[in-house]
């Protein structure tokens, strides 16, 4: 995939974010690595969605310093752009301020693993990481030393919103989308009560399961 396909899979995976109530005003931003570049795409900073498009997508280099593009990029490039420089294996990010999912990191609380749609997706809880301004790579530091070793692509980071990432773009959107699913449903959960833990050796069984049998598989 080539920088012009990367950057319509971005301004269209914008869209995704509006859709499932995970964005308000410009709040939010999506970025895909360019495969075998040392660029990623991201949303400019402050352009509102229903402008975006991927001629206004913006071009940086894993620095975080503008390579292509007509607007200055999200305020949010530096964290990125570390994300992108010290997990090779990452070729999407997502952040997000999803209300459920925000106010865990408002009480800088993880979300505990106790729906089976989070073993299958998270493979146990959703951490919370730490406090950090936005403006450097202070977030982006917060971010990858967090999410090393861990099994869940989404972070909570303490009293900002979500980060998440994935293998492409689209895998770091699903993942800010379940994120906010499983936070509000886990919210309700106690309000009725306590929830009920998950055993680890049924986490591992599903989380095993979901990813490496669910779905359809291609041929060989």
């Known amino acids: 995939m080539n920088v012009d396909a990367m950057r319509k899979v971005v301004s269209d995976l914008h869209a995704e974010l509006v859709r499932y109530g995970l964005v308000a005003w410009t709040a939010g931003n999506v970025s895909g690595r360019v495969p075998g570049e040392e660029l990623f795409v991201i949303k400019p900073s402050g352009v509102s969605y229903d ?3 991927p001629e206004n997508m913006v071009v940086c280099d894993l620095d975080g310093d503008l390579v292509e593009g007509a607007h200055a990029p999200s305020s949010d490039t530096a ?12 070729g999407g990010v997502v ?3 999803s209300t459920y999912a925000s106010a865990w990191a408002a009480r800088g609380e ?13 493979g146990g809880e959703i951490p919370v990481g730490p406090f950090a301004l936005i403006g450097d790579d202070s977030i982006g530091q917060g971010v990858v030393s967090t ?8 972070v909570l980071m ?7 990432i994935g293998k492409d773009p689209k895998a770091a959107v699903k993942a800010a989308v379940m994120c906010e699913d499983v936070a509000r449903t886990v919210h309700v959960a ?10 680890r050796d049924d986490v591992d ?3 095993d399961r979901y990813q490496n049998v669910y779905g359809q598989r291609s041929p060989r």
């Open 205 to 207: 069984r599903l989380y």
């Open 95 to 97: 952040h997000t301020h």
């Open 51 to 53: 402008e975006l498009s």
């Open 190 to 199: 106690r309000q009725l009560g306590t929830p009920l833990p998950i055993a």
């Open 79 to 90: 964290a990125h752009a570390y994300v992108y420089r010290n997990m090779p294996e990452v």
């Open 158 to 164: 303490r009293n900002h919103g979500v980060f998440s």
């Open 147 to 154: 999410l090393k070793g861990h099994r869940s692509p989404a």
């Open 110 to 122: 993880s979300v505990p693993c106790v729906l089976t749609a989070m073993a299958d997706e998270f």
